[in-house]
């Protein structure tokens, strides 16, 4: 299994960007994906998931009202939509498949395969 995660950058404070995931090597449409971020010395964070079909989603109380997770069964690819970005939204940014038909999953020990991360800096 690969995902490929992409469209992170800088960008200024109150702005958004919308990061891709695309992944390979597994039927898609049969597992739930998520999006987490890790910021320098502190540990990974959970932010967003989606279910298997995209009729359901859950957030982090954190990015609730900001982000939006969605996916595109045949492209392959999730996406998560960031807006009224913050400063301490600065991390690097991954997406994870989880192999196991729970719902909601929120704990990084419930996903198996992960990207290689995508840096997004906000600036003050």
């Known amino acids: 299994v690969q995902l490929q995660a992409s469209g992170g950058g800088l960008v200024q404070a109150g702005g958004s960007l919308r990061l891709s995931c695309a992944a390979s090597?597994?039927?898609?449409?049969?597992?739930?994906m998520g999006w987490f971020r890790q910021a320098p010395g502190k540990e990974r964070e959970f932010l967003a998931a989606?279910?298997?079909?995209?009729?359901?989603?859950y957030y982090a109380d954190s990015v609730k009202g900001r982000f939006t997770i969605s996916r595109e069964n045949a492209k392959n690819t999730v996406y998560l939509q960031m807006n009224s970005l913050k400063p301490e939204d600065t991390a690097v940014y991954y997406c994870a498949t989880a192999g196991q038909n729970l719902w909601p999953l929120f704990r990084s020990y419930e996903y198996d395969y992960w990207g290689q991360g995508t840096q997004v800096t906000v600036s003050s």
């Open positions: 090597g597994r039927t898609f449409s049969s597992y739930v």
């Open positions: 989606v279910s298997w079909s995209g009729g359901s989603t």
